[in-house]
């Protein structure tokens, strides 16, 4: 199964994804009006650590994911290999959060939560972070399965 | 294969789950006591408030049974275990024999020897059928007594505020969710519960009830009109132990799941786990935890055994809008940083954080819950108990955890 993998050493920090990541979610067909004096919240985060070290992360679609096995609600389940999300079924007792080990998933405004459902959720239909990273730091490849720590 | 399992609720979705990924054969069936499609029980209190429906609080869609094969027998209760003859009596007689059981019986709510009580009208809150009588005798002019100020109690609080006129809470524990919680983060989630109207008595326990009185330990005494207890659970396991099964207050069983006697495992509420943050042997009794146990059990039935050895506590918690993330123990050395609207208390030990407690913004917590989970030593990590991220391990390590093993 094709997943997001993210190489550090080619990532600019130059947080791009996390603007199309809002514009893909939305639901806008134009960025500038979509995201114009919007403050984002991105599916997608990018860290920047020490020694001008970015790196961007988002769900890691996790073989045997803690945030659904925890779900208290049945909100969150693997539909093909993709985590989603059902936000009508969430009432926001953020266990996920406190599950995931990498931090992806986040309050939302007008749902409780939100996480990368991989573009499947919106008009973008694949990853819209992974299209437009300039610098190629974020690609959809056949990789191994994450191992959550 | 029969494969028969009691309970549905998480651990039976759990089990059922954990065998048909690799055993789409075998027969499936489930007895629970409860009519209802299998449902998610900490939702009842969002169903009172109004944030989910008798649909949406399905823990798995309605064609579940069907998808899985498995056939349900609710509304039937287990009185007996014969584990030589590989038998269940059902209460409605009748034997069901079975080749592997699967105890998921979950709990019922404990009953504390209060004065008068076996004769006051009461209700408890754990069950679908409990949240919908509270709520048939629930009037706006209400004036409600919780017995038992934990996560049942409270989240029944928040549940049924908008539907009665008061709410009084009286626990024998000088603090709220003393489970869970320290004594600085109680206080201040009972702060902002008093500020959406909610009363409390504590280390106040109430003795005794009589009419629609309750009188407490310091000679208070409380008029209600509706009396909800909601002192803790106790599991339901007396039909295993009655045929000799290894139990401390949850029945004992190894990481797959399987109890000292042949061919039955247990898991849920009903069962213990070994958390690896004390090394102690308890029922943890969350949802995570009972599904992981469930399905653990599941695999090892359909031969394919993962151990689940990674049991902890971790509770995630809103009241009134306040969240609060829990994870770990809560003793030893810590660390505390406190603003107006966000408490964080991290515990230390041995160079590794052991657990923590946040109230208001759990942004990212779930990296503070992989580093107790994984014991990663801190001095191989920047540790920032203000902004969880990646970013603190060192690169080789992050690059595993975030791109694979074969990255």
Redesign the interface.
């Given at each position: 199964m094709k997943r997001i993998?993210?190489h550090?050493e080619w990532c600019l920090g130059c947080h791009l994804c996390e603007y199309y990541c809002a514009f893909a979610n939305s639901g806008g067909d134009d960025m500038a009006d979509a995201l114009r004096g919007v403050a984002i919240r991105p599916r997608i985060a990018v860290?920047?650590?020490?020694n001008d070290?970015h790196?961007a992360?988002s769900c890691?679609h996790c073989a045997t994911p803690?945030c659904a096995?925890?779900c208290?609600?049945?909100a969150l389940s693997v539909v093909d290999g993709v985590i989603r999300l059902d936000a009508?079924?969430c009432?926001?007792?953020?266990?996920?959060?406190?599950?995931?080990?990498?931090?992806c998933?986040?309050?939302s405004e007008g749902k409780p939560i939100q996480k990368c459902e991989l573009c499947l959720n919106n008009s973008a239909g694949a990853p819209l972070c992974v299209q437009k990273c300039p610098n190629r730091a974020i690609v959809l490849e056949e990789?191994?399965?994450?191992?959550?720590? | 294969m029969r494969i028969v399992i009691v309970g549905n609720s998480t651990a039976a979705v759990g089990a059922i789950e954990g065998i048909r990924l690799f055993d789409q054969k075998s027969e499936i069936i489930v007895i629970a006591n409860e009519e209802a499609h299998t449902y998610s029980r900490p939702l009842i209190s969002y169903l009172l408030e109004g944030k989910t429906d008798l649909q949406r609080m399905k823990y798995r869609p309605d064609d579940f049974y069907e998808r899985h094969n498995v056939t349900a027998l609710l509304g039937q209760t287990v009185t007996a275990v014969d584990a030589g003859a590989h038998e269940l009596t059902l209460a409605a007689g009748g034997k069901v024999p079975y080749d592997k059981l699967v105890w998921a019986a979950g709990s019922r709510p404990f009953i504390p020897p209060v004065q008068g009580l076996d004769s006051a009208p009461y209700y408890t809150f754990q069950s679908l059928a409990d949240a919908e009588k509270l709520a048939s005798a629930l009037s706006p002019d209400s004036r409600v007594l919780i017995i038992g100020a934990g996560l049942i109690g409270l989240k029944c609080a928040e549940g049924i505020a908008g539907r009665c006129a008061r709410i009084t809470i009286a626990d024998i524990a000088p603090r709220i969710l003393p489970s869970i919680l320290d004594e600085e983060g109680a206080a201040l989630v009972q702060a902002h519960a008093e500020k959406h109207g909610i009363r409390f008595h504590l280390g106040n326990a109430v003795q005794s009830v009589d009419g629609n009185t309750a009188r407490l330990a310091d000679g208070t005494a409380l008029d209600y009109d509706i009396l909800v207890v909601a002192s803790g659970v106790k599991p339901n396991l007396e039909p295993l132990t009655a045929i000799g099964a290894k139990a401390g207050r949850g029945i004992l069983t190894d990481a797959n799941g399987l109890t000292s006697l042949p061919d039955i495992y247990a898991a849920g509420d009903v069962a213990e786990s070994l958390d690896i943050t004390d090394g102690l042997s308890r029922i943890l009794a969350i949802l995570p935890g009972a599904y992981q146990q469930g399905k653990a059990a599941g695999k090892a039935i359909a031969g394919f055994p993962v151990p689940f050895d990674e049991a902890m506590p971790v509770n995630s918690l809103g009241l009134f809008g306040l969240h609060m993330g829990t994870a770990g123990v809560a003793k030893g050395e810590s660390t505390v940083t406190q603003t107006d609207a966000d408490y964080r208390r991290f515990f230390f030990a041995d160079g590794k954080l052991v657990g923590f407690i946040l109230i208001g913004d759990l942004h990212r917590a779930g990296i503070y819950t992989a580093l107790v989970r994984a014991k990663i030593p801190l001095d191989t990590v920047q540790f920032d108990p203000q902004k969880p991220a990646l970013a603190a391990f060192a690169p080789a390590a992050r690059q595993k955890m975030i791109n694979g093993e074969n990255a």
């Open positions: 993998t993210v550090e860290e920047d650590a020490e070290v790196f992360v890691r803690r096995e925890g208290i609600t049945g009508d079924k009432v926001g007792c953020y266990t996920c959060i406190l599950l995931c080990p990498y931090g998933i986040t309050p990789g191994a399965v994450p191992c959550a720590l | -």
